[in-house]
């Protein structure tokens, strides 16, 4: 047999082929073409953003992940939020290129992958080579991915390899009829799940775990489908280092608040379902076009959490699949089910099931057609391994040629549709306009506010009292609202320090402001095309000492009237708990000499401030308080307390101090340890003997 006929050859041809295909779509020269970059609107606006704070930090001559973000929203926690920064393996290759060029090779790496594990999968369930090759491609290519491609959301992307890698493992693990001493499927098992947990987006790991359960619990009918549950919760737990503090910050945060459904908490509407066979019956929101938004926000965020084409090929399969009752063997019902069930959850009708769970822990439910996607591909290549069969009575040559057609007509229009969606815009354009250039030295220890959607590599250089996140604490989020006079049910995940009122910008130390809108309550600077510069009168310091006279000791209800009152003078005094009410000493009132404070970050980490004290009291710095924060007052560790309900407070006695404020990642202790003792276990469970192929229960074994 000649070297070019053998199964492995054929094999790499067949990945070769759909690797090919794959690339011809998402365009990974992208990522080395330093002219151009690749058009996404989140990963522009936000994710890049994230990228380049860690990569500041992890490439310097002190390596090390932030545990604080100061950049947003008076300051919020970085790595337990693994929307920042996920430990994902394919995340650390983005830290070797410009974040401008890293979205093509993240897009890229995604969909290779997804393509690489459906078909490895399918191939483990039997299906042919091009009927797996055709699966892969089809995962990869569906609407779902690349829609979001132009979306932005780089996380998500990350996460979508998930499902039929770890089905994949799992196949591997329960086909092995005699596994050696070391089960080296079953640790790979474990150590997927733990990284599927870790990346960046929580609903699609979500997602894929619970289906990859279901799939273990329907499929393998002997005892070593414990093995497989065991190396799955096990790989969760080896997440647990930034698992569980993402768990404390998500109970810190707006997502356990009583807020307004957010207006991208997206059901799949009825009218919608059109989209698998027409997919632009509903408009599309090009950006380079006339009608960026279908007519508003949450018109072009449906149309983003709802695209779904897969293509007719994968319909028309879908439907024989169901009319031929003799393809209906194992595990092809599951997928089947699968696919159903996730569109019939996240249709309306599903809603009175969803509002059990009040607070917003998994928002819009149409990102359950990630398993509905998965599904029509996998029925795409057992519809192309089912076609000869159908055709036996045809000539071969004709049987061919339908297939041949069939494929091109799939590849054609899918990837034509995709197209529209992979879009690149010139790098040149993110750099400072020389309007606004030379704002970090203008700025000093202040902040900015400037509009998130301003496409420049200036933007969130500088710390900036606006946000764009998902998860937000709870309580700098509850005061920006208050002294901007917002609805306190307000359920914001982006807002521009533009937006909030000049009180709110002056109390939180924001000197200057760069937007889009028109202001006339601020005085105007300059202007640079359609960006308009605003200073901010009177703005706080960073860091400010307040004597004992000008505390108030009060409940948070009060403290949030009094910021939600104009009238508060929040320059000149201070509010603080109830709890930490002391006497005010009878010579607070003597002192003849001011108090002096100097501000100093010598990383995102640590604050210092040197301060003489005239008198006790507290000094207050304007950063967001979080359990987080410790504090050491002459080395001597200190309370921190929160100011006026979201700020940082620490008490001083008369004197000259050194203040150290450290932040660290509340949970990681907790968190570490899980990790540790999951990963015990897991050693345990891959050494011991392996578990044998004795039926549970008078199912059949699997193959």
Known sequence: ????????????????????????????????????????????????????????????????????????????????????????PT?????????????????????????????????????????????GWTFAASGFFAARVMAGHLPLLEAYPALPLLLWLIEIVVQRASPRRLNVPLLALGVASGCIVAAGHPQLPAYALIAAIGYTVYRVRHARALDVLLAIFLGIGLAGFVLWPMVELVLRSTRFHAL???????????????????????????????????????????????????????????????????????????????????????????????SLVPETILRSSSRQLYLTAFALALLTGRAIDCLPGALVRLPRSWVLGITLAALTLHVLDLGSHDLRFIRTLPAAGFHPAQAYADLPGQLGDGRIAMDYQIMSTLNRQIDDVGFFDSVILARPYRALLDLSDLS?????????????????????ATRQVVTFA?????????????VHIYAVPSPAARASF???????????????????????????????????????PARTDHATVDSTVEYKRPSSDLIVANVHAARTGFLRVVEAFDPGWHARVDGVPTRVLPADGFLLAVRLEP??????????????ATGIAISLTSLALLVVLVFRRPSPLQPLSNGHRTN
């Not at 100061?70 to 994902?88: K, V, Y």
């Not at 049910?489 to 939180?508: C, E, I, K, V």
């Not at 028109?518 to 359609?530: A, F, K, T, V, Y």
């Not at 004197?655 to 990681?668: K, M, Q």
Request: net charge neutral; with cysteine; charged share 15%.
């Open 518 to 530: 028109e202001r006339n309550d601020l005085p105007h600077i300059s202007d640079d095309g359609p």
């Open 655 to 668: 004197g000259i101090h050194e203040v150290r404020l450290r932040y660290d990642t509340l949970g990681a």
């Open 1 to 88: 047999m000649s070297s070019f006929d053998s199964p492995r050859f054929r094999g790499f041809l067949a990945v070769a082929v759909m690797l090919l295909v794959v690339t011809a779509l998402y365009r990974p020269w992208l990522a080395w073409d330093r002219t151009q970059t690749l058009f996404g609107f989140d990963y522009l606006q936000l994710h890049a953003r994230r990228l380049d704070y860690a990569r500041e930090a992890l490439l310097n001559r002190h390596p090390h992940l932030p545990s604080w973000y100061s950049r947003e929203a008076l300051g919020t926690p970085f790595w337990s939020n693994i929307q920042n920064f996920p430990f994902l």
């Open 260 to 354: 307004e459904t957010p207006w991208n908490d997206i059901v799949f509407p009825y009218d919608h379902l059109s989209g698998f066979a027409l997919p632009w019956k509903n408009g599309f929101p090009d950006p380079f076009g006339p009608n960026p938004t279908l007519g508003s926000r949450s018109g072009a965020a449906l149309f983003w959490e709802t695209y779904c084409y897969v293509g007719w090929v994968p319909l028309a399969a879908a439907v024989v699949f169901l009319a031929r009752r003799k393809s209906w063997e194992q595990p092809w019902p599951f997928f089947v089910v699968l696919g159903t069930l996730a569109l019939a959850l996240a249709l309306p009708i599903a809603t009175p099931l969803r």
């Open 91 to 135: 995340r650390y290759p983005l830290l070797t290129v410009d974040p401008l060029q890293a979205y093509a090779l993240g897009v890229n790496l995604a969909a290779a992958l997804a393509a690489l594990f459906t078909y490895w999968y399918c191939r483990r369930i039997g299906l042919g080579l091009v009927a797996a090759a055709v699966s």
């Open 546 to 584: 307040l004597p004992l006279t000008q505390a108030s000791f009060l409940d948070d209800t009060a403290i949030h009237e009094r910021l939600r009152n104009p009238k508060t003078d929040l320059a000149h005094s201070i509010m603080l708990p109830r709890e930490a009410a002391e006497p005010v």
């Open 488 to 508: 306190p049910t307000s359920n914001l995940q982006s807002l521009n320090g533009a937006q909030m009122s000049a009180r709110a910008l002056a109390a939180t």
